[in-house]
Structures are given as C-alpha cells and as structure tokens.
C-alpha cells in the first residue's frame, strides 16, 4: 500500500467489507468489518446484504471500545439484527428509513431465487436417484459455527458439480440448525450439512417428521469426502449417531485438584456414563468435544441421571463450562451394511 500510494477519503460516508462474522453470547451477529473509504462512527445508520441498522459499538483489533474507524482500519460491529456473509459490502447511509428499503429489496430478490428447487432425495439415495435421471440438481443448506467456514464449505461443495449432477448451496449461515432450516430445506427439497454445530431438538423432531437429511460434521474434508462418495454411488453409513439425552449447566463450581463442576439440570433423555462421550454446546455451537469425566447426585456416583433430576457432572480435560450451556451425552450405534 506505501510503494502504490494507495489513497482514500476520509470525510465521506463509510464504505467497506465484511471479512468474517459470527454469533457471540452477550453481544449477538457481531461482523468484523475492514473500512475502506470514509470514517465508520458509533451510531452510523448502514445496510450490509439484507441487514440494515445503527452502529451500537466497535470494537478495535485489540479488544478496546472505538468511537470511529478510518480508511484501512479493521473494526468489530456490534447492532447487527443478523449475520452477514463474508465479502458483503458494508455502506453507511444517510439515515435507517433508507438503509431499511435497501434491505428489504435485498432480501425479497433473495427469497424469490430460493424458491426453485430439485427433486427432494438424501445423500444415501442419492446415487440411485442420480442413475434413475431423477436428480438433475442437488440443493443445499450449511449451517456453519462462523461464517469464513460456511462460506469455504460452500465453495467447496459447488465445485463438485458434475455432468450428471449440479450440486447448489442455497443458503449458509451461521448458528445451529433451526427449525427455519428444516422448513426451507423442506420446501426445496434439499439436504442440511451442519459443520461444528448441533440442531435444536425441535429441528431435529421437524427433520424426521419432514423426510429432511441433516449431517453433521466437524472436518470439512469429512463433508466433502461423503457427498463425492455418495455421488459415485460408494456411500455405506455404518455408523450412526444416538443423542442419549442433554442437560443444561445452572451453576458452575471450582473444586481444587478437580475443577470446574457443573451442577446441571436434565432436560430431555437420560446423561448416562455408557454414552460414548459429551458435547459442550454454546448458543448450538459445539465448543468441545469429549468423555463425561463424572456423574454424581447428591455426594453419589451414579451410572446415569433421567430428565427432570439435578446433577453435578464434568467434562474430562474441559474447565471452561458456563452457565447455559447444553452438555449432550451420545452413542454411535453400528447399521449392518445392505447390499
């Protein structure tokens, strides 16, 4: 930027680009934004993709609170109804009346292009259907922890399209699979590729009831690996996932030489010391991944606490539990593969 002398005003109406977003707990969409011509304030009114607002915060590369940001200079934003995608352009505009009718056109072109979709089919189906000529185009949903992975997923994902078959990501966002999710996916006929989140129980009953496919995976090679295998016909689901049952953490307390205990409560099912191990779930974003350290009611061990009882219970080499979270306790059962 020095040996070019790159230049921009500063005195205009900020302009510039999102270069990763995501949800975070106590401050909501929050997008990191890289100003590019004029000065981005506190207050400003914008419209980014479909979301419009006022600037309630930034927040600089070194965490501290910033009442504006110039050309070049990275800022976090805070006041976002949503989240945008990565690369959307970020624009400062004269006041919300605006920045909302921007936004609401955005967002209507958007809602009329995902209306068309393919023939409903699931990756296990899907070679069948392929060789059948059924399946012209396969639709899409990513639901990604933030949305730089959502985003290279997706990317990933298209350029597997083949002569045989389109593959479309419809839409990708960020956070756990909603119920919203299922029902677009429904209405589209598509599948939901979860990478690093969970559904919400009531997104997974929908999912079921709708004849919806949702994979979850925590390795984008993982997710790839599987729809180029199931294109090729060489899918074989031998193993497949069993939620046991999900506690909330009320309370959290620090025991010398143990650590952090979580007195829980069992919302649904049954957290069982036969589950096979637990996930620490934030806002429906898996933070960690392991085995169920302890289990205890009252001052005893138990072999397994049922919905609706209280328990204290730790995560093996995970310390940073928080009030809210969900701990999942699951099982892998082994499917006898078909010929």
Do not use: W
């Not at 593959?167 to 919203?180: A, F």
């Not at 069992?266 to 085995?291: C, E, F, L, W």
């Not at 009882?309 to 969900?326: A, R, T």
């Amino acid at each position: 930027a020095e040996v070019l002398e790159l230049k921009a005003d500063p005195h205009r109406q900020a302009k510039g680009t999102v270069i990763e977003a995501k949800i975070e707990r106590g401050r909501g969409p929050v997008a990191t934004v890289l100003v590019q011509s004029g000065t981005l304030r506190v207050g400003d009114a914008y419209v980014v993709g479909t979301f419009s607002g006022r600037v309630r915060a930034l927040i600089s590369d070194r965490g501290e609170k910033a009442q504006q940001a110039g050309p070049s200079i990275p800022v976090e934003v805070i006041g976002l109804p949503g989240v945008p995608s990565a690369g959307d352009v970020f624009h400062v505009v004269s006041n919300e009346r605006v920045a909302r009718e921007i936004a609401e056109e955005r967002a209507q072109k958007r809602r009329a292009a995902e209306l068309t979709g393919p023939a409903k089919v699931s990756l296990d189906d899907l070679f069948a259907k392929i060789q059948e000529g059924s399946v012209k185009e396969l639709a899409i949903v990513i639901k990604a922890d933030v949305q730089g992975s959502s985003e290279a997923l997706a990317g990933a994902v298209e350029k597997l399209s083949t002569d045989a078959v389109k593959l479309r990501v419809i839409h990708n966002g960020v956070g756990g699979v909603m119920e919203s999710d299922v029902l677009l996916a429904s209405a589209s006929r598509a599948i939901i590729i979860g990478f690093n989140v969970r559904p919400e129980p009531k997104a997974t009953a929908l999912a079921e009831q709708q004849g919806v496919d949702i994979r979850l995976y925590t390795i984008i090679y993982d997710a790839i690996a599987d729809i180029k295998a199931a294109m090729e016909g060489l899918l074989e689901p031998t193993l497949k996932e069993r939620v046991l049952g999900r506690a909330e953490v009320r309370q959290v307390f620090t025991i010398p030489k143990i650590g952090a205990v979580a007195g829980a409560y069992v919302i649904d099912g049954t957290i069982s010391r036969a589950s096979v191990g637990v996930r620490v779930i934030r806002d429906n974003v898996v933070v960690y991944q392991g085995k169920l350290g302890s289990l205890r009611r009252f001052k005893d061990d138990v072999r397994d606490v049922q919905q609706g009882y209280e328990c204290g219970l730790s995560v093996e080499n995970f310390n940073d539990v928080k009030s809210g979270d969900i701990i999942e306790a699951y099982a892998v059962d082994k499917i006898a593969t078909k010929l």
